[in-house]
C-alpha cells in the first residue's frame, strides 16, 4: 500500500483519488501545491510505495504518468522520484531518476 509523509509531521498534501478515466481501478495520486497555505511553504511531502522485491529481476523498469507545472510567481516547488535500497532509510542523491 502507498503511504504518505510530511517533512514536519504535518498531514501530507498527497491524496489519492480516481483518475479521468473514470473506472474505479484508474487511480491518481495529487498534490496540490496551488492550493497551499503560505505557512506551509517549505514543507516536503512524501509519496512513499511499498518496498518491491527486485532482487530476482536481471532489469526492473520503472514507468509513471505525470502532469507538472511550476507556478508562475516567485514561489518554488519541484516533482522528485528517487530510489532507496535500503527500504526508506536513505534516499541518496545518486539514487534520483527524476
Known amino acids: 500500500m502507498w503511504k504518505t509523509k510530511n517533512n514536519n509531521l504535518n498531514t501530507s498534501a498527497w491524496s489519492i ?3 479521468p478515466n473514470v473506472i474505479t481501478e484508474n487511480k491518481a495520486a495529487t498534490l496540490s501545491y496551488f492550493g497551499s497555505a503560505p505557512e506551509s511553504f ?10 518491491f522485491d527486485l532482487t530476482e529481476l536481471p532489469t526492473a523498469d520503472l514507468r509513471f504518468k505525470y502532469a507538472y507545472a511550476n ?4 514561489y ?9 535500497t535500503d527500504c526508506g532509510a536513505t534516499f541518496p542523491r545518486e539514487n534520483i531518476l527524476f
Open 17 to 19: 483519488g480516481t483518475a
Open 42 to 51: 517549505g514543507e516536503l511531502d512524501y509519496f512513499l510505495s511499498p518496498v
Open 71 to 74: 507556478h508562475p510567481t516567485f
Open 76 to 84: 518554488s516547488d519541484a516533482l522528485t522520484v528517487v530510489v532507496s
